[in-house]
């Protein structure tokens, strides 16, 4: 299988997202789950980033607030990939 791409935004809930990335990665790392973090400094830059490699996906899972949901549901859109 290939892996899925992840995009974390460690903005969300006033910043407290951020502790949730590394247990995030360390759960799929525990369940023999590839992954490609493509968590960014903007909303941009991981699309951008995740678009480039979008062939090379199974999936795509996003953790924030509304605003990364959407991003998530764009990205699913145009590449077909499906969303968690």
Known sequence: MKP????????????????????????FA???IDVID???????SAKAALLARSQELSGIVVA??????QLGVNIAME???PLG
Do not use: C, Q, W, Y
Request: aromatic share 4%; glycine share 16%.
């Open 64 to 69: 924030g607030g509304d605003g990364t949901s």
């Open 79 to 81: 590449t077909g990939l």
């Open 38 to 44: 493509f968590s960014a400094d903007s909303a941009a």
């Open 30 to 32: 525990e369940l023999g």
């Open 4 to 27: 899925l791409g992840v995009i974390i935004n460690p903005a969300a809930n006033r910043g407290s997202a951020a502790a949730i990335r590394p247990k995030v990665f360390s759960k």
